[in-house]
């Protein structure tokens, strides 16, 4: 008997529970929630790996191109023609150039020759 009690206080007590969660509105719907691109996606260059990448880039005039040392190692960002230079970045470190011109920007680091790059300028 008292099974029997026990059993009809459980299932009303469910069913008040979700009828009240009806009557309420609840929900218990689920969102996916969403990013939001960052402006710096399209012009930011990695240094990793002992590569820069990607390795060629293509900007618009007047656009921002942000080198960022992610290796372990000290790396440079030097024209090939010296129209720039980053000096020598730590890991962790961040060098910066607007391109207001057109044109084609080879580049390579200088402690790591073999490490080449390019900003394509439109």
Known sequence: MKRIVFLTLSCTLIIAGLLGAVSCGTSYQTTTPTTTPTQTQGNAVSIQNMAF?????????????????NDTTAHT????????????????????????????????CSIHPEMKGTVIVQ
């Open 53 to 69: 990448s990607p390795a060629t880039i293509t900007v618009s005039v007047g656009t921002t191109v942000t080198w960022t040392n």
């Open 77 to 108: 960002v030097i024209s090939d023609t010296g129209a720039f230079s980053s000096g020598t970045l730590g890991s962790g470190g961040a060098f910066s150039r607007n391109f207001s011109t057109a044109g084609t920007f080879p580049y390579h």
